[in-house]
Structure formats: C-alpha cells, structure tokens
C-alpha cells in the first residue's frame, strides 16, 4: 500500500500549525500567563519555546520523515521494543479525541445561541443548567440521560471530521486546513481589533503585560511555562510523527518546525491580547475586578465571554465570530488526533483508509456519546486532566529516553535533520531535548502527582476517580503493550523504510 503525501510544503505546515493550535490557545494561555506573572512570564515562555517546543516538534518531524510510519511503524521500525511507545500515543489521541468533540459541540451550539443572545444575564445558569441539564452532584458517575442538542451537534461534527479523514491526506486533511487556518486568523482578528478599541480594553492589557518580575524566582512559574508550551503543540500523541511520514525525504523539517512552534505562539499572544481586551472592558462595564474575571477553561469560554459579548455593540455578530473561532480551532486539533489513529491502524493491518474510517470512526462516536449526558461534564473534566497530567507526560519521558538514548538515535537523527535543513541542530539541540526536557517533565509530572495525591480531584467521589482517572491512564500502557504483541500484518514490509519521493 503507497503512502499518502502531502500536496504542498504550504499544506503540512498548515496541518502542523492547525493541530497545535486549539481550543488550549484562546482558553488556557491567557489565563496561565496572566496568572504566572503576567508579562514576566513571556521570558519562561520563550525560553521553554527554545529549550524544549521547536527541539521536541523537530525530534517528531524527523522521526515520522525518516522512518515514514504512522507512531506505532515508526517506533517499531527503530526498534521492535519500543513499538509499545506509538500504541500509547495512539490511545492517548483516542481517548482526547472522544471528549474533545463534545467541547466543539458545544462551542456549535452556542453559535446558534449567540444570533439572540439565548444564555441571558445569568450566563453560569444557562450554561450548567439550562444547556447541560445538570441539576445537582448527584448526577456525577452517572449518565442521568442523553442531552439532546449536544448530541445532534456531536455527530455533526463527526460527520464533517470523518469525511474529511475519509478523503486522505492531500484532498481531505490538507485541503480542509488550508480553507480553517486562514480563516480562523482572519476572524480572531477581527474579534482582536474590536477588543483592543473597546473602552477599558487598556486596563485588561496593563493587567495582562504589566510584568511581575519576582515571580520567575517561583519553580512553579516556569513548570506553568514548560507545561503551556508542550501541551499547545501537542506533543508525544503521535500527532507531528504521523503527519512527517507523509512527507518527501528531502523536506528542511529543522525550519517547518520553527516555523510551527513560534506561529503556534504567535496566535496564544494574539488571544491573550484579544481576551483580556475584553475582559478589561466587561470590568469597567460591570464594576467587577479583573482579577473575578480573569478565569480559563470552559468558564472563560462558556460564562465569561457571554457575558462579556452581551455587553458589546453588535453583540450577536461577535457572539458568533467568537464561538465559529473556537470551533474553527478546535476541529484542525480534532483532524489530526483522528488521523493519528487511523494512521496506525492501516499500518498495523494493512487495510483501507475507508475501512478503517469507519471502524475506528464508529467507536470513538460510541464512546463519545457518553460525554452528551447531564454527567458528561465531570467525566470530561476527570479524564481531561489525568491523561495530560499523568499519560502524556509519563510517554513523553519514555520516548526521550528510549529513543535518543537507549536505541542511541540521537546523532542518527540530528544529522538526517541536518542533510537538508537550512537551520542545523547540534549539542544544543541535544542537551536541551536529551537532559533539560526530561527532567523538566519529569519535575511537572512530580509536582502534578503530589497535588492530585493531596487530595481527591475536583471533590469527586474517589470510586469515580479512581477509575476513569487513576485507572484510565494505568490502563494506557498496559493496552499499548498489547497491542505492540499483536503481529503485523505483513511484517516484513513493516521493517522496511520506504525510500520517499526525492521532490
């Protein structure tokens, strides 16, 4: 079976830069940096970017061209013990991938909410209440029924992914980023303009850039910076690997993933600017501090900005821009968490896209459906944080480790990177990747431990996160191992590297 290429060096770096930029972007960086020492904080950002985003993007981008596999080939194809590595990787994207799609259906909804403004003054209210149908805790570790209106949004929008992953590579994934990135940047920045004119956007800007500079003798400010930066570019979930391998032998990967990194970052400053503009000027509106309204996550999208718009000129024309943003964001990140699967899957056993599309595309609706209920959203919440704090960054750890170090790949892919890239790694590139990163993640992943240990997440009862928290991610490497047993189809073509297209 011949591998799918890209159309254009324009459309992967398109695909790359969709993938990492998502929902995280407009919700979670404003909020992390703003609270982590605002303008100071940019300095632990830009140097995690160097130390640690571009290096890592690099490492993935050279790994998935080189060995051109999906993450389970392509670990398997450096060495068949570490194939476990790509399988964890792929259920990882799979199980992000089934809740992440709520959220967009969600964001859906509220496109249509935002034409009459149908969240109202009391903006929590309607959101829990009134759209979520949650009446009370009770209904955590429970289904307590089917929302309707998120479930009909759901499958749309996996009817609009899977189509697009149905098509391939270069006429589905390509082509749909090349018409959602731009036109993602075009309406944010509308929505950017108008917040920075809007009165009061100055005081929500100061807040945002005036920089504290005692908080970078604070460990935890420079954790929140190395974390920011590897979840935005969606990092060790097989993503940048699986897109690579559809490149040709003779792309300069080194500055695609330059070029990926900082335009991922460039678009988190950009909404920073934009959501503490309007923050700053809901402030003045309402007479609330900013500090009150300075949240991140789903309050900031699904309460803050509602309030916020209904108190903006032409509100229902930015209550749509903001939310058609969102989903914009969110379904180029959704895209390749698909594509990570899919691609593992027809390596693995040989069969078609088609096929596999609608096995794989089947099951993840399945399982998706149970995050529509009135208890959707403490499942989301739980399983959302244990598999970034405790799945990717534990797998993060062991690819670093076992790749560059324990099969020694670090020197074999630095100088396959450094044949045709105008920007050249060296020992940099490997102190910073090979010893900063890892023990960097691995002080996170420490600090993330002692602090869900502490206590019981969220306050949810501990059978509930005991198992779709603590249990989900001990299960993820045991299923990945087991997957890794299972033969592949036609093996010996499985060990051999593909020569590529020279173009």
Known sequence: ????????????????????????????FPYVAFKNGGGAFMIPYLFA????????????????????????????RINKNIEFIGWWQFLIAFVIMT???????????????????????????????????????????????????VLIALLAI????????????????????KVALPLLIILFLIFVIRG??????????????????????????????????????SLAMGIMITYSSYLPRKMDTTNNAFIAGFANSSFELLAGIGIFAAIGFMAQASGMSIQELAVGGIGLAFVVIPQIINQ???SAFFGVLFFSCLLLAGITSLISLVEVCISAVIDKFNISRQKTVLIVGALAVLISVFYTTRGGIYLLDVVDNFVNSFAILPGAVVEIVLVLWVCKQIN???????????????????ICLGMVTPIVLIIILATSLVANMKTVYGGYP????????????AALPVVAFLLSRIPWKDREKAKTVPEGEDE
Request: aromatic share 18%.
């Open 158 to 177: 996996w009817l609009v992914t899977l189509g697009t992953v149905f098509r391939g590579v270069k006429k589905g994934i390509e082509r749909l980023n």
């Open 412 to 430: 074999v892919l630095r100088d396959e990177a450094n044949l045709y890239s105008q920007i050249k790694l060296g020992n940099l590139w490997k």
């Open 49 to 76: 970017i160097l130390t640690t985003g571009v290096f890592f993007v690099a490492l993935e981008f050279i790994m998935g061209k080189t060995y051109r596999g999906s993450a389970p080939l392509t670990y398997f």
């Open 312 to 314: 903006l000129p032409a």
């Open 99 to 149: 809740y992440y799609v709520v959220i967009l259906a969600w964001a859906t909804n509220y496109i249509g909410y935002s034409a009459t403004l149908a969240w109202g003054s009391d903006t929590q209210t309607f959101f829990y209440s009134s759209f979520l149908n949650i009446s009370d805790a009770a209904v955590v570790g429970s289904t307590g029924g089917v929302v309707w209106k």
């Open 196 to 233: 920075v004119t809007l009165p009061g956007a100055v005081d929500g800007l100061n807040a945002f850039f005036t920089p504290s500079w005692s908080s970078l003798t604070e460990p935890s400010v420079w954790i929140a910076a190395y974390s920011q930066i590897f979840y935005s570019l």
């Open 1 to 28: 079976m011949t591998r799918e290429k890209w159309g254009t060096r324009v459309g992967f770096i398109l695909a790359a830069v969709g993938s990492a930029i998502g929902l995280g972007n407009i919700w979670r």
């Open 462 to 473: 501990e059978a509930f996160v005991a198992v779709f928290g603590w249990g989900m991610v």
